[in-house]
């Protein structure tokens, strides 16, 4: 099970810390990631973790997102910094449970098999 948790309405250029809690998963076995979605579009993919450690993102939140795994909480934080309003969407967190090395497709929505309820994201310009 994964439950995102951490969402809220934030003022431009602020900060954010998100955190999927990922009950039954071990971090260090599975690809995790972070994707976004605003009302009308498909989900788009933020950024992941491997098992592994390796870790991807979009060009859009390079330098200012940073995934982390938090073992104590057996969690994947998105810390999310210098927010813009185009960052505004509802958050979800992803298992790809068969993938311990960061697949090549680590982008896909597909490659995903669990999912999160998903939390909102508002930054106001």
């Known amino acids: 099970q994964l439950v995102e948790s951490g969402g809220g309405l934030v003022q431009r250029g602020g900060s954010l810390r998100l955190v999927c809690a990922a009950s039954d998963f071990t971090l260090h076995y599975n690809t995790f990631g972070w994707f976004r979605q605003v009302p009308g579009k498909e989900r788009e993919i933020i950024g992941c973790?491997?098992?592994?450690?390796?870790?991807q993102y979009v060009d859009s939140v390079k330098g200012r997102f940073t995934i982390s795994r938090d073992y104590a909480k057996n969690a994947i934080i998105l810390q999310m910094n210098s927010l813009k309003p185009e960052d505004t969407g509802t958050y979800y967190c992803?298992?790809?449970?068969?993938?311990?090395?960061?697949?090549?497709?680590?982008?896909?929505?597909?490659?995903?098999?669990?999912w999160g309820q998903g939390t909102q994201v508002t930054v106001a310009s």
């Open positions: 973790v491997a098992g592994d450690g390796k870790v």
């Open positions: 992803a298992a790809d449970p068969a993938a311990y090395e960061l697949r090549t497709t680590w982008a896909q929505a597909e490659e995903y098999d669990y």
